[in-house]
């Protein structure tokens, strides 16, 4: 696990409740990897693989490919076996800010997990150092830390009532823009891709959003709560929602910003 020690309180992670909305939450990652163009790499890594469905796409994919999933949860790494293919798909526990392959990999893949890294930055020269010649690096992360959805939250945990036990549990600016990571991968001596995209996703069910965030950005609230706590937490949490985003006769209109990176290491001369 990380050493570091501004991280929020490490959350149960619950592979069902982030399954929910699943083809929501799949598309930036098939969007991702469509970009990086990458005709037959051999090894591939993907970072923060959760529970596995994504990752055993890439198997599909890459028929040729030897792919490991690392995720720094248990309880999703669990999950993530049932779709192991033996000698071609593997997953294991594996934080992130501790991950050194064994040997160089064509592509590694980080999609939606930075968010939590904080000094996730300072991590791209060794991954940089991992890759094949010509190798990739890609990788998305929400951006819609702005949203209504995030700035409730914070204000919540923030608030008298909780300031004590969830101060600093939910951080304010854990990515950077488009620009912000271009600049960085460039001067490490990258061919950058980097955008952004804001999709109007129409959620459907009962308090959708409240849904989409408990699978997500809710997870370090409700680990560092009693169940009696979490329960009057989240149903203050679950009227603010409410009001920020009212159903409509087609659903609930989420807007979700994510920003996108692919990065190509230059081949040495």
């Known amino acids: 696990?990380?050493?570091e020690t501004q991280r929020p309180p490490v959350a149960v992670w619950d592979p069902e409740q982030y399954g929910v909305f699943g083809d929501e939450r799949g598309r930036p990652f098939f969007e991702l990897v469509a970009r990086a163009a990458l005709p037959g790499p051999r090894r591939v890594v993907d970072l923060g693989c959760g529970s596995g469905e994504l990752t055993a796409t890439l198997a599909a994919r890459w028929p040729d490919a030897e792919?490991?999933?690392?995720d720094s949860s248990l309880e999703m790494?669990?999950?993530?076996r049932a779709h192991e293919i033996p000698g071609r798909l593997r997953f294991g526990v594996w934080d992130v800010t501790d991950w050194r392959p064994e040997r160089p990999v064509d592509l590694i893949v980080a999609n939606a997990v930075l968010?939590?890294?904080?000094?996730?930055v300072e991590l791209f020269p060794r991954w940089l150092d991992a890759l094949t010649p010509d190798g990739v690096l890609a990788f998305q992360v929400p951006g819609n830390f702005d949203g209504p959805s995030h700035t409730i939250l914070r204000e919540l945990c923030e608030s008298p009532r909780w300031r004590d036990r969830l101060g600093g549990v939910v951080r304010r600016d854990p990515v950077l823009s488009p620009t912000g990571y271009l600049d960085a991968l460039a001067r490490l001596g990258c061919r950058v891709d980097a955008w952004e995209t804001t999709y109007a996703q129409v959620l459907q069910g009962h308090d959708p959003v409240l849904e989409w965030v408990k699978g997500t950005a809710l997870r370090p609230v409700l680990t560092a709560?009693?169940?009696s706590d979490a329960d009057e937490f989240v149903g203050v949490y679950r009227e603010r929602l409410r009001e920020a985003y009212p159903p409509t006769p087609y659903g609930t209109v989420f807007p979700f910003r994510r920003v996108f990176v692919v990065?190509?290491?230059h081949a040495a001369p």
């Open 77 to 80: 790494v669990q999950a993530a």
């Open 225 to 227: 709560l009693s169940p």
């Open 115 to 120: 968010q939590w890294v904080p000094g996730h």
């Open 1 to 3: 696990m990380s050493r």
């Open 67 to 70: 792919i490991d999933g690392f």
């Open 263 to 265: 990065a190509r290491k």
